[in-house]
C-alpha cells in the first residue's frame, strides 16, 4: 500500500460524496420526499427574508430618488422651514395615495371578477437561480394559499403557486421557461399557447391558425382552457406577429401587461379550483 | 479544513437572503451577481479543491433553498466548476488579479452548462435560449471577481494565519 497516494484517494472520496449527495438529494427533491423536511428549514429563513427586503425597499428607494433629493435641497435654501413642513407633508401624501391606489387596484380587480376571493400579498425575495423566475411572497398555507393558485398583479396575471411552506409561498412566473397557458386575443378571438423564457422577458403565443387575422395592440387573456387558470386575466398586448404562408400556424410576440422588475404586491386567487386532468392520463378501470 | 466549513455555513446563509432579498433590487443587465458562487471559487482557490467543494456545496444548498428549482441541482454546478477550475489553475502560473478574473469566466462558463443540464435532466425546462440569454451573467461574475476574492483572501488570513519562523 502506498501511504502517498491517501491524501489523493481522500481528495476524490470528498468529491464522490459530495457529488452522490447533491445529486441523491436533487432527486428526492424532484420526488416530491424533502418537502416537509425543507419547509422547516424554509420557514424561519422566510422571516429573515422579510426583515431583509423591507431594509432593501428603504435602500433602493432612497438611491432611485436622488433628483428629487436635489430638488428638494434647492427648495428648502429659498422657502427654509416652511417648504420642509410642506414637503414633509406632501410625502405622507404620496404615502396615502400609493396605499389607495393599491387599494383601488385591489377594489376594481375584485369588482371586474367578483366570484374569485383574493389574497394580498407582498413580494420578499426572488428566484436565486438565473436561469428560473419565481418570486417569493409572504403568504404561505396558514393563510390559505396552496400549489396550483393562480397568482395576479393589478395589472395581470403573474403566474402560479409552485409551493409552499407555513408563512411563505414560491410563485413560478409566466415569464419561466416551463411556463405554457392557454391563451385567447382580445379582438380577433385566435387561441394559442403562450410559452415563457423568450429574450427580454416577452412570452411567445404559439400555435395560433392562420386562419385569424392578429394584429399588433391585441390584448391576450386566459383562454381558461386545460383548467390551471379562470377565463378572462389580463396577460399582456401583442408586439410583433409572426406570420409566414408556409408554416402551419403563426405565432405572436406577446408584452406582458406586469412589471415583474417592480413587482411589489400580488393577489393569489384563493377559491379558484384548479381542473384535476390527471384522470384522463390514466386509462378507465385503474 | 474543519474551521473552514464552519465558516462557510453562516456565510452562504447571509449570502443567500442577499441574493434573493436585496441584490434583484439593483439588476445589471437584468442579472445579479453570483456573490455565493465567487466567494466559494475564490475559498477554492485560496484553499484548495476539497475546501472549495465543500463551500460550493453549502452555497449551493443554500441558494436552492430560495428555488423552484430541484434542491441540490446548483451544489452539483458549483462543485463541478470548482472541480474544472481548480484542475485548470495547476496548469496556469500563479497571479492574485488575472488568474481569479479567468477561473470566474470559465467557473461560471461550466457552472451554466451543467446547471441547465441538470435541470434539464430532473425535468425541468432549459434551452439553448436560456443559455445565450445567460452568458452576461460570465461577464459579470468576472467583473465581481476580484473585490471578492481579496475579500476572501482577507478572511482566510484572518482565520488562518501563516507562521513565521524567526
Redesign the interface.
Known amino acids: 500500500m502506498n501511504l502517498n497516494d491517501a491524501p489523493q484517494r481522500i481528495r476524490w472520496l470528498t468529491v464522490a460524496i459530495l457529488v452522490g449527495l447533491a445529486v441523491i438529494i436533487s432527486i428526492l427533491d424532484a420526488t416530491g420526499n424533502l418537502d416537509a423536511a425543507f419547509g422547516v428549514l424554509r420557514d424561519p429563513l422566510t422571516a429573515v427574508l422579510r426583515i431583509t427586503s423591507g431594509g432593501a425597499d428603504t435602500v433602493a428607494g432612497a438611491l432611485s430618488g436622488p433628483r428629487d433629493l436635489e430638488a428638494a435641497r434647492a427648495e428648502i435654501a429659498v422657502l427654509q422651514a416652511q417648504v420642509d413642513d410642506l414637503e414633509r407633508e406632501n410625502e405622507e401624501l404620496r404615502e396615502i395615495q400609493g396605499e389607495y391606489q393599491l387599494l383601488l387596484d385591489l377594489f376594481n380587480r375584485a369588482r371586474q371578477t367578483p366570484e374569485y376571493t383574493r389574497q394580498t400579498a407582498s413580494v420578499i425575495g426572488r428566484d436565486t437561480s438565473p436561469a428560473i423566475d419565481s418570486i417569493i411572497i409572504d403568504k404561505g398555507s396558514d393563510d390559505g394559499v396552496r400549489v396550483g393558485m393562480p397568482v395576479e398583479s393589478a395589472r395581470g396575471l403573474v403566474g402560479r403557486v409552485f409551493r409552499t411552506t407555513g408563512r411563505s409561498a414560491q410563485v413560478a412566473l409566466i415569464t419561466d421557461n416551463a411556463s405554457a397557458i392557454p391563451a385567447r386575443l382580445g379582438n380577433s378571438r385566435a387561441t394559442g399557447l403562450l410559452r415563457g423564457g423568450e429574450l427580454g422577458g416577452s412570452l411567445l403565443m404559439d400555435w395560433i391558425d392562420l386562419k385569424y387575422q392578429v394584429e399588433v395592440g391585441e390584448v391576450a387573456l386566459t383562454s381558461g382552457l386545460g383548467g390551471e387558470f379562470p377565463q378572462g386575466i389580463v396577460i399582456g398586448r401583442v408586439i410583433e406577429v409572426n406570420r409566414s404562408e408556409a408554416e402551419l400556424s403563426q405565432q405572436a410576440l406577446v408584452q406582458p401587461a406586469t412589471d415583474f422588475d417592480s413587482l411589489e404586491v400580488v393577489f393569489v386567487i384563493t377559491d379558484f379550483q384548479p381542473l384535476d386532468v390527471d384522470i384522463f392520463s390514466n386509462p378507465p378501470g385503474n | 479544513m474543519r474551521l473552514g466549513i464552519y465558516v462557510a455555513i453562516p456565510v452562504m ?1 447571509v449570502l ?7 441584490l ?4 445589471i443587465l ?3 451577481p ?1 456573490l ?1 458562487f465567487l466567494v466559494a471559487l475564490s475559498w477554492g482557490l485560496l484553499r484548495g ?2 475546501e472549495g ?2 463551500w460550493g ?1 453549502i452555497a ?2 443554500t ?14 454546478a458549483y ?1 463541478a466548476a470548482i ?1 474544472v477550475v481548480s484542475g485548470l489553475v495547476r496548469a496556469l502560473p500563479e497571479n492574485r488579479f488575472f488568474i481569479p478574473v479567468l477561473m470566474a469566466v470559465v467557473g461560471s462558463a461550466v457552472y ?1 452548462f451543467v ?2 443540464l ?2 434539464r435532466l ?6 439553448v ?2 443559455a445565450v ?2 452568458a452576461p ?1 460570465i461577464v459579470l461574475n468576472a467583473g465581481f471577481m476580484l473585490p471578492v476574492y481579496w475579500l476572501i483572501y482577507w478572511l482566510d488570513r484572518l482565520i488562518h494565519p501563516r507562521r513565521v519562523e524567526l
Do not use: H, K, N
Request: hydrophobic share 60%.
Open positions: 446563509l443567500a437572503v442577499l441574493q434573493t432579498a436585496v434583484p433590487r439593483f439588476p437584468g442579472l445579479v453570483q455565493s479543491l476539497e467543494l465543500v456545496f449551493g444548498l441558494l436552492d433553498l430560495f428555488s423552484i428549482g430541484p434542491l441540490g441541482a446548483t451544489a452539483v462543485m472541480l451554466l446547471y441547465l441538470f435541470v430532473l425535468g425541468f425546462a432549459s434551452s435560449e436560456t440569454t445567460l451573467l
